[in-house]
């Protein structure tokens, strides 16, 4: 079986200030971006995104606040701590964005996904499936004989562990949602 | 006060609220009812250009030189798509405009009707903010919300794309004065603590320059002149971008010329040698910085910037300073008197001295000739006999506009009109017209090339309809001069396509047009030929031929640092490595 392999998170970096800010080292970081839920605003920032050239690992976007009409989006970027600092100027200059906050440099935040798994399996692969999702706390939402859907909700690397194991285990589809996080303590 | 009207009777009520004067633009179907209530009234006078891309050009000269948003009208489809450069440049080159274009009605949004675009979607990435309006109750607010975001902070296009539904709807109008946008607020005033870090700084620096851009023009007036009593006060040496020229006047002891890659001598060299560079409104383009690994090594840089995106974007600055210049300067010119008004004097005698040297090299210096005109002399001239006048300049793209920068002194701001980010060739013609509409008494020219002429000469048609007495004064070498010089320096003298085989006569052109046509090709008559120009009422082209393969000089070729300049007279076989010719 293979080994969790955790890689490194977006959560796991050291204070902003000890990043040197000439690095050429690419790093990931986890943004919210609070906007007007208004019609065009997740085009103008994946725009912002593709036109310039820069990274979207992850993306979640829903309205959070329906009398105030404001939408939440999280992105999981990847780029240099200079280009980390551009695509966040760049963010904040988008006329219906609130607020732009990068979660991994404003202390540790709580980042979770949730994910729905198809494996269709039968016999001992069928079993160990189950057995590996008790393990994961990974909820059946469908079951068949041949099949099971299982629900997880985690930070991305446990997820991505979870699908490495069940590769040869007779994965056949995977849907995620992308990763919503918000900051710890007040 | 809130009352109800048409859409339609909106766009032109929010217009006159907002203090229009003049808009620019072209009718069609999507905008029918906008032009029935323009047609209703006096107060506005609608500009008809020949093409879209004329109407947004003429809008940025008009604001570039009144310092308020340029105001353009186009229908839906190919009015909005014909409009998609002007807003780029407009975008690249900061300048407020309102641009209001029509669309099918709501309902037919997204059934590919006759002249749909996906309006809103094409100019996002070209705008500071694009609005649809799918109800009419919405639309005063939004006009108003448009004419405060493409205003404030640093200036930018909007556009507002209106449904012909909406037009015709009747709904709420309110003013303008009831609209806020909460999401954006931009941040004027700079932080104290780092504006006294910069007076610590102009006081212990023994070699500073000032580099100024387009961000002290947009600033207004008031930052020109706060920007004079610094510069003034401090003795410290001052160069701009393309964009900032005229904020320190040409004519000022401490000038060193326009910077950049065919920037003077002198003044690359102080960017290069200086130990405090104090960047005021501009933004290290790639036009300026030329190899970023070289750019300016010993320098301590403080950047001074409206836009947070524009600071550490290429260049990593030691002091950012958000806010606007002209808040951000007023400030310091209190600090630093109030801290005694001290700087390095020995230090900055020194700094002088050397960059008298680097004057003396006479970098703008070129070989005249009796036969044939130098288009650098033909610039002298131009310069010399109208500088005395009530003057507003507007270039096309390429070697022309190099020179114009070079040769034509700028001595107040908002007085040059030129396409410095996007290099939008076919700026120059239109912008003339939005200067003069905004300037009826005032001397307007375009320097042109014969190429960036024939990209909007269509305009030719509005400025004899409206009585516009611009001057188009075309450097003619049959040429387009910066590719074939390009491609004689980086290509190995193959000049691909550079030059113009069937040109028009630019004369008949003009009289085709119903406009006065002058043509000079002897240096001895040019004199006696601009004097006609000048002299004459209306709308003149000046169709002044000159040296076929002049090159512009000096220049920093591509891949190159400030102290690899090449001059006039230098050898330029193998100047430009590989490396240089993959840059633009």
Redo the contacts between chains.
Sequence with gaps: MAALNIKKGSTSHSAYELRDPNSQVAESHTLAVLVDNEAGVLARVIGLFSGRGYNIDSLTVAEVDHLGHRSRITVVTRGTPAVIEQIKAQLGRIVPVHEVHDLTVEGRAVERELALFKVVATGEKRIESLRLAEIFRANVVDSTLESFVFEITGTPEKIDAFADLMRPLGLADVARTGVAALSRGV | MSQSMTGAAMVVKALKDHGVEVVFGYPGGAVLPIYDEIFQQNEIIHVLVRHEQGAVHAAEGYARSTGKPGVVIVTSGPGATNAVTGLTDALLDSIPLVVLSGQVPTFMIGTDGFQEADT??IT??CT??NW?VKDTDQLAETIHRGFH?ATSG?PGPVLIDIPKDVQFATGTYVGPKTVR????QPKVKGDIAAITRLAELIETAERPVFYTGGGVINSGPGASQLLRELVDATGFPITSTLMGLGAYPASGKNWLGMLGMHGLYEANLAMHGCDLMINLGARFDDRITGRLADFSPRSTKVHVDI???S???VI?VDLPILGDVGHVLEDLLKVWKSRGRRLNKPGLAKWWGQIEGWKAKKCLDYKNSSSVIKPQYALERLEALTKSRDRYICTEVGQHQMWAAQYMGFEAPNRWMTSGGLGTMGYGLPASIGVQMAHPEALVINVAGDASFLMNMQEMGTAVQFRLPVKQFILNNERLGMVRQWQQLLHGERYSQSWSEALPDFVKLAEAFGAKGIRCSDPAKLDAAIAEMLAYDGPVIFDCMVEKHENCFPMIPSGKAHNEMLMGDAATEGAIQAGGAVLV
Excluded: F, Q, T
């Design positions: 809103v979607g996002r990435p500071k903010h649809l975001v640093r946008v909460e999401s954006y836009d947070a995106s600071i550490n974007k990593r």
